[in-house]
Structures are given as structure tokens and as C-alpha cells.
């Protein structure tokens, strides 16, 4: 969220710690913030949200070490910031980190064939010891693999949405107020922790906001220098199972209307909405049983009876899904089966592509229930390569 030290090389407070106070706020617009009462560290993030279209807004959830803004402290922050302007069809993905300031970044901007303010998508961030991914309807956007990104987040963190408007048009897009008031629309968030013993994502909790829980979170009340509004407290309304986050005018804050509906098929309202498409690097397995081998992002050498395993697979939606390998063979004989937890889903025959780094794809058709699944491959008999896994839903 801070990008305060992008252009200007000023670090600004947003920290309630800073002390801004309502006695303080005095700019003619009024956005909306909530942050966690708790600090969380490793773990998988998951929210369904419809963001503000327009220049100049930001609809976002990130991850914040509380006191990072402040001088000499090592700040740590994970974003994901959906721009309002080209009809909110791009975002951004940011990790910050760094005790001098400016502070370091890596920033990826990622444009979508469809716009996130037609309906609710959902976004996933997953925080591990190893890596940092983004997801988007079950697709992952970006993925850092290790490196100072990702070993040098080491403390836990508050967890935050907001709405606000930059003053920054170069990024954003120049604000035009004449838009508001526009709302940010959440759905649910969900937080599962990283387990180390087992490698993956455990029980954690569910926000659903049928109402306002104020044993986990509280409402901003103050603001920063390249934000054009106030975080009103009355900004921020929970109404018919749904979070809004509102971006208003002084003197109009709040909001009377009706949430739109979730359908719970990702970006209901745009007629340009994509399948849900889950990818898979073969080589981010979990589990391994056997001694397979994993060179230039592909999983080989797999000999009968050998498998590995990928925990939890967000399925976010149930139904029909085609399972799509790409797969490389010199024999005729590879067979494998998709498996959960320890029930076969299809076996498919490996064709003779032609030689082992000579790749094709296979696939079939399963059904499938939403949530976390545990899918596996399961060599019936060996001699294959693996590059991918993609299941999209039919």
C-alpha cells in the first residue's frame, strides 16, 4: 500500500500509531480502512471483493508490520492494490522491504482481459518460508520463489483493506471526485496458517462480515500525505453479509444502498469473465514418495509406483473441471492416474512425444467439489516428464 516513497523519497505515517486523530482530518474527502486487531505471520489469504472503478482509487488488501514507516525500522509489507482507472482492470502485486529509504521493492503489474469492478473475483495470497504467490479465480498471477523478498519478511503482520485516492496520477490515474462516491465490496476473507510439520495450510478462521466483529478489527481514522481523503470510521458499513469500504465526499459519508449479489462464479457481471483455471508448476509438489528428479522446472525420471503430492488446491467453484498435463515421453508405456487422497480421478496414457524434452498436452475430464483438495500423481508405470497442471472448470 505505501508507495509515499516511490516519487518523493518522503516516508508518510499511515500507522494508527503515528497518532492521527479525527482532530486532524480535515481534506474534503473521506476513504475507508480496516486493519486487525491480531498480527499473523506465514499462511494462505483468501478474499472475494468488487473494487471501485475510477482514476486516482485504490481498492487493496495487504499485510503491514505495524511501525515500519517509522525511521530506521525495517519495514515489511505484502500488497495486493487494484487500480479504479482503464476500468479497473489492472493491479498490482507488491512485497517492500528495507531499513534505509527509500525503501526496496518488486512490484509486478498485472492487466486482466476483464475488469475486477464488474463482480467479485477472488484473490489469494499465499505467505510461506519459501515463496510468495498471487492468485486470482483460482489462476496464479506471480510467484517468488525464495531470496530477500521472502526470507526477509520475518516478523508478523496486521492484516488491512482499504479505499483511498492517490495523489500520485503518474501511477494511479488523475483523481477525478466528480466519480464519488464509489465502494470497495468484500465478501468473505479466510486465513489458514502455514503448518512447517506437514508442509502446508492449516485450520485457521472465516470472516463472512455478518456483522462488524470488533474483537478482530478496527476502523482507520487517520491519514497520509499522497492521500487525498481521510479514513472515516463511518466509511466503513457492513451490510447484508458484506463488507463496504466507501470513498465519499466530506458530509456524505456512509452508505444506503444494496450490496451486489456474489454469485460465486468469479466476476459475475462482466460477459468477458473467464473460466476458473487453477495452474500448477509441477515441480511445487508437497510430497514426494520415490526419487523423482526436478530440472528446468519439470518434474522426471519418474518410475512406476513413484508419486508426488500438491496440498490444498483451491477448487473454488464445484463442477466439471478438464485436467490438462504437459507431458514429454520416448516410450509408449508411461501411464499415470490423478489420485485424492488416496481415490483415483482418471489415469491417462502417456503418448510418444518424440523424445523427453519434447512436450505435449493431455488431458481428461473430472468433477470436482469446491474447497482445498489434495491431488496427486501416481505413476501406474514410469518413464514420463512433467511441465504443468492446469484443471479449468467446463
Do not use: C
Not at 473475483?121 to 505467505?127: A, G, I, M, Q, R
Not at 516410450?331 to 519434447?358: E, M
Not at 508405470?381 to 492446469?390: A, C, E, H, R, V
Amino acid at each position: 500500500m505505501f508507495k509515499l516513497n516511490r516519487l518523493t523519497g518522503v516516508l508518510f505515517a499511515l500507522a494508527a500509531t503515528i497518532g492521527f486523530t479525527s482532530s486532524t482530518q480535515a481534506k474534503p474527502y473521506k476513504a475507508a480502512e480496516i486493519y486487525s486487531k491480531q498480527t499473523y505471520k506465514y499462511g494462505r489469504y483468501e478474499m472475494r471483493m468488487q473494487v471501485a472503478k475510477g482514476s486516482g482509487v485504490l481498492s487493496t488488501f495487504f499485510t503491514y508490520k505495524n511501525g515500519s514507516e517509522q525511521a530506521g525500522v525495517f519495514w515489511e509489507e505484502i500488497d495486493i492494490e487494484i487500480f479504479g482507472k482503464n476500468d479497473a482492470t489492472q493491479w498490482q502485486s507488491n512485497v517492500i522491504i528495507g531499513t534505509n529509504r527509500p525503501t526496496t521493492k518488486t512490484e509486478g503489474v498485472h492487466t486482466m482481459p476483464y475488469s475486477l469492478g464488474n463482480g467479485y473475483n477472488t484473490y489469494v495470497l499465499e505467505w510461506t518460508p519459501g515463496y510468495i504467490a498471487w492468485f486470482v479465480n483460482g489462476t496464479q498471477v506471480r510467484r517468488i520463489n525464495g531470496g530477500q523478498f521472502v526470507t526477509s519478511l520475518t516478523s508478523p503482520q496486521d492484516i488491512r483493506f482499504n479505499l483511498w485516492a492517490a495523489n500520485i496520477a503518474e501511477w494511479v490515474g488523475a483523481f477525478n471526485p466528480n466519480i464519488l462516491p464509489v465502494y470497495q465490496f468484500v465478501n468473505y476473507i479466510e486465513y489458514k496458517p502455514w503448518v512447517a510439520a506437514t508442509n502446508s495450510f492449516g485450520t485457521g478462521w472465516r470472516d463472512d462480515f455478518n456483522s462488524f466483529d470488533t474483537n478482530r478489527w478496527n476502523k482507520a481514522n487517520w491519514t497520509f500525505g499522497e492521500n487525498l481523503a481521510d479514513f472515516e470510521p463511518n466509511n466503513v458499513v457492513v451490510k447484508n453479509g458484506t463488507l463496504i469500504l466507501a470513498l465519499t465526499r466530506e458530509g456524505q459519508t456512509g452508505y444506503n444502498g444494496t450490496p451486489p449479489a456474489d454469485s460465486g462464479s468469479g466476476n459475475s457481471s462482466s460477459s468477458a469473465a473467464p473460466a476458473t483455471s487453477i495452474h500448477i508448476e509441477a515441480e511445487n509438489y508437497n510430497e514426494v514418495g520415490g526419487s523423482v528428479t526436478v530440472s528446468g522446472g519439470t518434474v522426471g525420471y519418474i518410475d512406476s509406483g513413484e508419486w508426488f503430492k500438491y496440498r490444498n488446491v483451491n477448487i473454488p467453484q464445484t463442477g466439471t473441471y478438464r485436467v490438462e498435463y504437459r507431458v514429454a515421453s520416448a516410450l509408449t508405456t508411461a501411464q499415470f492416474t490423478l489420485d485424492r487422497d488416496g481415490v483415483g480421478l482418471g489415469t491417462l496414457s502417456v503418448p510418444n512425444t518424440g523424445g523427453w524434452g519434447n512436450y505435449q498436452t493431455i488431458s481428461h475430464n473430472i468433477y470436482l467439489n469446491a474447497g482445498t483438495q489434495n491431488l496427486a500423481i501416481y505413476a501406474n508405470s514410469g518413464g514420463f516428464n512433467i511441465d504443468w497442471i492446469k484443471l479449468t472448470k467446463i
